[in-house]
Structure formats: C-alpha cells, structure tokens
C-alpha cells in the first residue's frame, strides 16, 4: 500500500540518536553510525521524531510500504529494555490510564454551558477550505481529543474561531488535509492559526501538517501552538 512513512537522508544524519527515543513506536535504531528504519510496520508515518533531528536528516515521504501495525510495536516494546518501557505498554496516546478526580463539581448545573460552536461540519475530511465561516478568520484546528479533556474548551479557546479538527494518527488520507489547509492560507486567507494537540506523541503530526501547508502556500500567518494534558491542562502554549 501507498503511505506516509519516515526517509532518512544518510549523507545529512550524523548518527547523534537524538530522535531514537523520541520515536515512540521503536522503529528507529543507530546502526554503523547511522540511524535506520528498522521496522516499515513499526512506523506510523506521524513524524513525531522528526523535530528532534538537528540535521535536518527526517522527512516524510509517501511510497509502498507495510502497513503500520500496532501489534508488532507492542511486542517489540514488551521485549524492549526496561528503560524503555512504558507503563501499560504501547503507543503513549493509546495507553491506558485512571484519570483521579478531586470530587469537586459545578454547584450550579441549573443550564448547559453555550455552544460556542458558529458551523458546520467540522471534519477535516468534510469541510469546505473555502467556506464563509473560514474567510479572513481565525482558525482553531484541534486534535479529536481535545474538546473532550477541557471542560472550558468551549468558553476559553473555541470563542470567536473557526474550527476544524483532525486525528493525525488514526484519520486516512491526510495529504488532503494538507491541501486544505493550504487553500485555507491562500484562498480564504485565514488571520491566524492554533494548533491544540493532546501531550501524547502522536499529534504532533498535526503541527506537521500545518507547517508543511505553510511550506506550500503563498501567504504566510501566525501559528500559535497549544499542547493539552490528559487532564485538561495547558501544558505548553507559544507561537511558532
């Protein structure tokens, strides 16, 4: 099947290893002073590793390659040192956790919170790029998770934005996405752009798909990066 999947320029990577443990499915290893794609079925194509080569050495390219398979990933890390291990094994976002609560709740539950929500659809893969609502705004793209961790997603980041939203490890044909996202630049020329990914590795690739639509267009636009905890907290949120 045709893919994304990691390419490693050997002339540019030096074999410092800086992105080995940032590839969380263990697909990459530094053999004879260079690092190599180890496993096709163990790479997800997301480039979460891809930022931390100070080379320059990783990019993503779409060619006939396995099928990525989690299976294989979490047999691989089940045998994998124990430095290595994550605790309930497997990829990070689909780690399985309790998330313990205070037992505080809302006194008043006499209303729902607004919808803050100004269109429809929202599916990366079903709307418009083109559509009023993108014109000259300011476009919120939120990885699935998002909305579902924040209790205030709505009030304190949806409020006056445009949204789209997106899972970068599970949806297919992303490529689309970026061509969206594109046209959303150039034809309905967006003000700005947030980003707001869950802490977990794989929705990096969403930032990837942005700044590979900025690459493509014509126009250039703030793109502000938010990175959510599992518990709802704004773990990290900067311009980039």
């Given at each position: 099947m045709k893919r994304d999947i990691l390419k490693i320029d050997e002339e540019l990577c030096n074999g410092c290893g800086q992105?080995?443990?940032?590839?969380?499915?263990?697909?990459?290893?530094?053999?004879?002073?260079?690092?190599r794609l180890v496993s096709e079925l163990m790479c997800d194509g997301l480039g979460a590793c891809i930022g931390h080569c100070p080379e320059g050495a990783i990019t993503i390219e779409t060619r006939e390659a396995e099928p990525y398979n989690e299976i294989q990933v979490l047999v691989a890390q089940h045998h994998s040192p124990p430095q290595l291990h994550l605790d309930g094994g497997g990829c990070p976002g689909s780690r399985t956790m309790v998330i313990e609560k205070s037992g505080q709740t809302l006194t008043d539950l006499?209303?729902?919170?607004?919808?803050?929500l100004r269109?429809?659809?929202?599916?990366?893969?079903?709307v418009n790029p083109n559509a009023p609502y993108f014109r000259?705004?300011?476009?919120?793209?939120?990885?699935?998770?998002?909305?579902?961790?924040?209790?205030?997603?709505?009030?304190?980041?949806?409020?006056?934005?445009s949204?789209?939203?997106?899972?970068?490890?599970?949806?297919?044909?992303?490529?689309t996405y970026v061509e969206k996202l594109t046209?959303?630049?150039d034809i309905a020329k967006v003000n700005t752009i947030t980003v707001m990914m869950m802490e977990v590795p794989c929705c990096g690739g969403l930032l990837h798909m942005?700044?590979?639509?900025l690459s493509n267009a014509t126009r250039k636009v703030p793109v502000k990066k938010m990175i959510i905890g599992i518990n709802g907290d704004v773990l990290q949120e900067e311009w980039v």
């Open positions: 992105c080995v443990p940032n590839c969380h499915e263990g697909a990459l290893q530094v053999i004879d002073g260079k690092v006499s209303s729902d919170q607004p919808t803050e269109q429809w659809p929202v599916q990366m893969h079903l000259s705004a300011d476009l919120l793209l939120a990885a699935d998770c998002v909305a579902f961790s924040m209790g205030a997603f709505h009030s304190k980041h949806l409020r006056g934005k949204l789209a939203i997106a899972c970068p490890k599970l949806d297919q044909g992303t490529d046209a959303m630049i942005v700044r590979t639509a």
